[in-house]
């Protein structure tokens, strides 16, 4: 059996700094003398081929790893005792080095720079393969390795009824400010001190005393990770820095219940300024991304769900180009009743009902999740025939602009023309043609901002609240999701 062997041994996802792989391959051999004792069928000295591997493989990474005399010979000794050699081919002795070459390369990966399987050093030619220090400092996997991790990552993870849930810290699940960075407004209402400086279950704003920051929670954020960790195996994916990322984590899950190790920070990225799955130890089609930010995840766009960025302070409203007042100047915020984390809980639960949809006759191995979250997110517009009006500059094709694309992921239908069958003009004047048109033919007219709306909410909203300017029934005041504030 492997470092990171099939369920259920430890995941490599438990290990932390101070955890020693011996002690590892120990719980391991418990395991396994524990499934030798439980099968009475298999007759002494003829172990069966997946058991007799397993063992084969705690022999030769024990030795790997260097852990000791004492350890090898308890190992040696557990083989004895089931009558079985280590390896068929050596000989009395039990040359274990003679079976490491006939193992490795390629060398499935390396911790402290020895190869886990055959304890040979890492070398130039054996750069190949992904660290993952977030899990342990000197760890890295090989290709293979990762594969056949991810493979039973995933039989684990269906067996238990679990996705994998990647989330993003800033703007997403909280929002940060440097203290020299607070606005003349917010210091006179005295945020800097009704912020915590210590871990208060209660509270929502703290004081992160070595960094100089301040940080909010957003409204809801705790019964949302309660929540979702009933169907998700969550992981914290943020640009942010290490340290940064472990304060931020400790404030969420204090009691280490939902992320443990699993706090990858802008150091495990494999691809400057991208984040990426491959350093996450879960298979793409099981993955579900929440994410303020697009751009980051260009690899995976069909995993994500884009998040209403969250701008709680003013030095984040002015971040975005916002002049208006923030929140907390306001002393205002979300509402958890129907926040933004309120809202995306429930089409996360939706993704996660009809991806384990028993009446599915195709198997739980061969679904994706993708396709999931492509088919509820079709749904929000399904139905609407768009066409838009000046919204798009005049020299460009209005098919490859950003919001003709997002109408269309929305379920909705994007034509050019007006035709009796188009159910919606999407316009920033009401003097336009087609803008006059739609009035005429009491079709719905709108602002573009009605799809952004809906592509956040993940839920048609109501048109009335996105009226064109110049309109006369229009009083000047557009009910639109960011007039009163920067949200």
Not at 28 to 36: G, R, T
Not at 90 to 96: P, Q, Y
Not at 211 to 218: D, E, N, P
Request: net charge negative; proline share 4%; glycine share 6%.
């Amino acid at each position: 059996m492997s470092v990171a062997a099939e369920s259920p041994s430890p995941s490599l996802s438990s290990l932390s700094e101070d955890d020693d792989f011996a002690d590892i391959l120990d719980a391991e051999l418990e395991l396994a003398s524990a499934a030798d004792s439980a099968s009475p069928g298999e007759p002494p000295g003829s172990p069966s081929d997946e058991e007799e591997e397993e063992e084969e493989d705690l022999v030769v990474e024990l030795d790997a790893v260097g852990q000791g005399s004492n350890k090898r010979r308890r190992l040696e000794e557990h083989h004895q005792d089931q009558g079985t050699a280590t390896r068929p081919e050596e000989d009395a002795i039990g040359s274990v080095k003679d079976a490491q070459i006939k193992i490795c390369p390629p060398h499935p990966g390396f911790f402290g720079g020895l190869c886990f399987r055959c304890g040979k050093s890492q070398d130039e030619e054996d750069v190949p393969g992904i660290a993952f220090g977030y899990i342990h400092k000197v760890l890295r996997l090989g290709t293979s390795e990762m594969d056949r991790l991810r493979g039973s990552e995933v039989k684990n993870l269906l067996r238990e009824r679990k996705l994998v849930l990647i989330l993003d810290l800033d703007h997403t699940l909280i929002n940060s400010t440097r203290l020299h960075d607070i606005s003349s407004a917010e210091m006179d209402l005295g945020i800097q001190s009704a912020a915590s400086k210590n871990y208060d279950p209660d509270g929502s704003l703290f004081t992160l005393q070595g960094m100089h920051m301040l940080t909010k929670l957003r409204p809801f954020v705790r019964k949302f990770l309660e929540e979702a960790s009933s169907m998700f195996e969550m992981y914290i994916y943020t640009m942010g820095d290490k340290a940064y990322a472990v304060e931020i984590a400790k404030l969420l899950d204090p009691g280490n219940v939902y992320f443990d190790s699993k706090v990858i920070s802008n150091a495990d990225c494999t691809q400057r300024h991208q984040k990426g799955l491959d350093v996450v130890l879960g298979a793409d089609s099981v993955a579900v991304i929440l994410d303020d930010t697009e751009y980051v995840w260009q690899k995976h766009k069909e995993n994500l769900i884009l998040m209403e960025r969250y701008h709680y302070f003013a030095a984040s409203c002015r971040q975005f180009g916002f002049s208006n007042q923030s929140l907390s100047e306001m002393m205002q915020d979300e509402r958890e009743s129907d926040g933004a984390l309120a809202t995306i809980l429930n089409v996360l639960k939706r993704i996660h009902t009809i991806f384990f949809d028993s009446g599915v006759e195709t198997a739980l191995s061969s679904r994706d999740v993708r396709q999931v979250i492509k088919r509820v997110r079709q749904e929000v517009l399904q139905g609407c025939k768009l066409v838009f009006s000046r919204v798009f500059p005049s020299d460009c094709h209005p098919q490859d602009q950003i919001m003709w694309k997002m109408a269309e992921q929305l379920g909705a239908v994007c034509c050019s023309e007006v035709d009796p069958s188009v159910t919606h003009v999407v316009a920033v004047h009401a003097g336009t043609e087609k803008a006059r048109w739609a009035a005429v033919n009491k079709k719905f007219l709108l602002h573009p901002r009605w799809i952004e709306a809906c592509n956040y909410r993940w839920h048609r909203q109501p048109e009335e609240d996105f009226p064109v300017p110049g309109l006369k029934e229009d009083k000047g005041k557009e009910k639109v999701t960011e007039d009163a504030t920067c949200n």
